[in-house]
């Protein structure tokens, strides 16, 4: 805790739509000088819990949302979901948001799989996404869509039963 304020500075953060109108949250925030002594960081700026986060444009209720767009459509579809909702972001946003989820263990393969591609770069780098068909969530996210890769992820996590696919033919071939 200080109670020296250091500086201010006007920060701006995009949040949710609201009536179909962009949000954007003009905010004041305050540098505080750090009093201990072996600390290496000479400043810090304080936080609106719930509202802001460490080096965010977005809120955390935005982040989460364009998460969840990013989770069930992906690049270009979701982003035109964004803007029909009021959200303006780019497909790249979007699969960076994905990328930059937390990985969370998983023991053994849900019964039913579903697998996505989606493009890393269109026409040359893709990947693919494992979902969990029972609850929608994002199991894993492979860094290519070779048969290869997917085998050796089931091999190591037994358990599916029935995998979904779209009607990309690389998975087809095992």
Request: with cysteine.
């Amino acid at each position: 805790m200080s109670r020296r304020v250091h500086d201010g500075y006007r920060r701006r953060l995009a949040d949710v739509a609201a009536a179909g109108q962009q949000v954007v949250i003009d905010l004041m925030v305050r540098r505080f000088p750090c009093p201990a002594a072996g600390c290496d960081r000479r400043t810090f700026v304080e936080q609106v819990d719930g509202l802001t986060e460490r080096f965010a444009r977005r809120t955390p209720l935005l982040r989460r949302s364009l998460e969840r767009i990013a989770l069930a459509l992906a690049g270009r579809r979701g982003a035109g979901l964004a803007e029909h909702l009021s959200i303006p972001t780019s497909a790249n946003s979007l699969l960076r948001l994905v990328r930059r989820l937390p990985d969370k263990q998983v023991g053994a393969a849900p019964q039913v799989l579903g697998l996505v591609d989606f493009a890393l770069k269109k026409g040359h780098v893709y990947g693919t996404i494992i979902l969990n068909m029972e609850t929608g969530e994002r199991i894993d996210v492979l860094p290519d869509r070779t048969a290869d890769t997917l085998s050796a992820w089931l091999r190591a996590r037994p358990g599916a039963e029935i995998v979904c696919r779209d009607r990309a033919s690389s998975y087809a071939n095992h």
